[in-house]
Each structure stands twice: as C-alpha cells, then as structure tokens.
C-alpha cells in the first residue's frame, strides 16, 4: 500500500507515461484546424492515410461541403492555421501552405528532434521540440517562427533543464502583447524534486525573457491552459489538479503582477481533460457519472461551476470555432468522421 504522500508523485509518474503514449499515438487520430472566411470559419481536417500519408480536406460545417482536398506525405500530429496559411507538424517536420488547400503544403523545416507541439504566436507560431527519452520529454527547447516565410526560427535562450512539454501564448495583461505559458517537469532551488510547474515569459522582438516561475499551484497538477472564462473575458489559467487519490478537480486563477490567485475550485472529478484550442475557450471534458459531459468552467458567486455545453459519445472530438453564429461554438465529430458533426452553443459564449 501507498500512503496519501506518495499519490501525487504516483500520478505524475502515470500522466508522464501517458503524455508520451498520446504523442505516439496521436498520429492514429485525425487532427483538426479552423480557417476563417468572412464571419465563419472553415475546418480542415488531417486523415492519416496508408503510406504514411496525410489527407487534407477543407469541410465547411454549415453547407457540410468538401470545397477542397490535398495532403501531405508524412502523419501530421497537429495542425493549426495562422492569418491565410496552415501550420501542419509532423514528428520532425514542419509544413506550411495555403489554408485554402490550393496547393499541398511544403516542407520549411527538419529538426531531427521530436516535436511535441506547436502554438501560434502573433504572426507566425512557436514550435517546441524535445529529445523522446523514457517516459517523459527532455530538455525541451522553443523555435519562434516569425512570419510564415521563416525558413530558419529563432531558438529562444529558454533553459533546457526545465524540460517543457507544453506551450501556448495568450495576452494575460490585455496590452496586446501575448506572452508564452510553458508546463514543465523541474527542480526548483529549494524544491529539489522534479514535478509539474508552469512558466510564463514574455517576449521582445528578438527573444524571450522570465516573468514568472511557479514552484507550484495549489495542488499537483496534471495539466493547464490559458483560457478566457467570466468574470470578465480575460485571460486566465485552468488546471486540472489532483483532489485525491481517485479524484481530481478543475482550478482557475487570476493574474496578476505577482502571478496567480486562486479564484475557484470545481466539485471532485472521476477525470477532466482541458479542450486543446486557439481562441481560449474554457472548456474541459469530464467524467462524474455513466458519460462524459463538455463542459464550460464559470466563477459564479465565488465558486467554479461546470456549465453543460452537451454529453459527449465515446469516440467524440471537439472542435472550437466561429460556425455559423457570432460567438464561439463547437463542433462535436464522432469517429465516424465530419458528416456526422453537430454544432453545440456555449453557455455565456465569447464572441
């Protein structure tokens, strides 16, 4: 037996293993990006096909038409679409080309260590690589590509030792100037033990510079995003935290100069995984009862509630976009693919 000191150690241990496991794996599913044009937004959908290949499709939720096709020659574990272009990373390459997918997308860069992800950035993206060592990423480093032409990015002075494995950008003082989060798995110099711990830095037009390094949040955590939630619409940080030794719970804090404060705590959880997108929607997949449920993280009179956006069927993906009203929406695809997909409305949607 285990006694309660040893479970959060335990489960990062687990979620590490299972982190790698979902990157080798990923290239199994099919990924998705959003395209805008005019007041909606498209969805390009990568299938991985035989041969290694991946076919691209540009599917448009509210007429549900095909308006293009195309591919690219390697499994893509993640596309995202910048003003105009698409982003497509494949574990050692990065591809980019029209997001109207007129013509296929080019190769504009090998790195020969794994990628992990990539995260757009102002007017280009961030890409972060690491070397895939046992059951967990190593020495993560950040490559900033400026502008869809860039050929040879940037490499951010960002210290390896903290061995990233996550990356996003969000403007969390609203001066219009986004900053980069960044997970890690490190020391501190007075914590001598590895564990999760978030990061923000901000970024000059050359590169990157510390604004904040945690030691922890109020629980170990499991993972994290900048999102957007009431009250107000800024930007702020949600986790998934360990409640118990069976249990979890959802967390958001504020920012402020000094770093986060805690704003709210969710009801324990069976399990929760945080919604992956790039308008900063809060929104989180649980399990508390015989299905899963989307769900929408609030701060209502002091506590975090999970408003229902809709029940979820084993196998169901979450795209979030602008299809066919003002605010965000999502779109629910079954594994059988897009002809299959509804639009759900988000409770207190952003616009």
């Not at 241990?13 to 990924?31: C, D, E, K, Q, Y």
């Not at 260590?113 to 060592?133: E, K």
Request: aromatic fraction near 8%; include cysteine; hydrophobic fraction near 40%.
């Amino acid at each position: 037996m285990y006694d309660l000191k040893t479970i959060p150690g335990l489960l990062s241990a687990i979620l590490l293993l299972i982190l790698m496991l979902h990157l080798r794996a990923v290239a199994s599913t099919n990924v998705y990006a959003t395209s805008a044009r005019g007041n909606h937004d498209d969805v390009i959908v990568g299938k991985h096909a035989a041969r290694g290949q991946t076919e691209l499709e540009l599917w448009n939720p509210v007429t549900r038409t095909i308006s293009a096709q195309t591919n690219v020659p390697e499994s893509v574990i993640e596309l995202h679409c910048v003003p105009g272009y698409l982003v497509a990373a494949t574990s050692h390459d990065i591809y980019v080309g029209p997001a109207t997918l007129i013509t296929p997308p080019l190769r504009v860069w090998h790195t020969p260590r794994t990628i992990l992800r990539i995260a757009p950035f102002r007017s280009g993206w961030m890409t972060l690589v690491a070397d895939d060592v046992g059951s967990h990423p190593l020495k993560g480093s950040v490559y900033w590509f400026k502008t869809v032409r860039t050929t040879q990015p940037r490499l951010l002075s960002l210290r390896t030792i903290y061995n990233f494995w996550e990356i996003q950008s969000g403007d969390m003082d609203g001066d219009g100037r986004p900053i980069i989060a960044l997970c890690t798995w490190s020391k501190t110099s007075l914590i001598r033990t590895y564990a999760r711990r978030f990061f923000i830095y901000g970024m000059t037009d050359k590169d990157s510079y510390p604004r904040w390094r945690g030691s922890r949040l109020s629980r170990p955590y499991l993972s994290a995003r900048l999102v957007r939630s009431t009250p107000g619409l800024d930007w702020k940080l949600l986790s998934v935290e360990t409640a118990s030794s069976e249990h979890v719970c959802l967390m958001l804090y504020q920012w402020d100069d000094f770093g986060f404060y805690g704003l709210g705590r969710s009801r324990e959880l069976k399990s929760a995984t945080l919604v992956r997108n790039d308008f900063g929607a809060s929104l989180a997949i649980v399990a508390n009862g015989p299905r899963d449920e989307l769900v929408r993280p609030e701060v209502v009179g002091g506590k975090l509630q999970l408003s229902r956006v809709c029940y979820l069927t084993k196998g169901d993906s979450v795209v979030v976009g602008r299809f066919g009203s003002k605010g965000l929406t999502c779109l629910i695809v079954p594994d059988t693919g897009l002809p299959g997909s509804h639009i759900e409305i988000m409770p207190s949607g952003m616009k």
